[in-house]
Nanobody
């Protein structure tokens, strides 16, 4: 059906760095661009960054110059290197295809919490 498993979140102070990782099942990973999204309570999930199967990347304005997305096509993994973290980056981060993978409904993993303190 499809599986997404995120890891690497944690608590850091402002200015710190974290690296998020995601393993996706092949049916999701192989035929899609992959992306990282984030969500805070009471707000809709938003796109953070995306990477095509060929390695082309796109970033939301609020992370440009601070975050880097990458993928390993052999391992079905996608990573998000985050530098110069800000308190407003605090959120649950999810990986998924871009656009999000769905069969009937969208399929999401459990996400990984990132907390940035000032």
């Amino acid at each position: 059906q499809g599986q997404l498993v995120e890891s690497g979140g944690g608590s850091v102070q402002a200015g710190g760095s974290l690296r998020l990782s995601c393993v996706a099942s092949g049916n999701i990973f192989k035929v899609n661009a992959m992306a990282w999204y984030r969500q805070t309570p009471g707000r809709q999930r938003e796109l953070v960054a995306a990477v095509t199967s060929g390695g082309d990347t796109n970033y939301a304005d609020f992370v440009k110059g601070r975050f880097t997305i990458s993928r390993n096509n052999a391992r079905y993994t996608v990573s998000l290197q985050m530098h110069n973290l800000k308190p407003e980056d605090t959120a649950v981060y999810y990986c998924n295809a871009f656009p999000p993978y769905r069969i009937v409904n969208e399929i999401w993993g459990q996400g990984t919490q990132v907390t940035v303190s000032s």
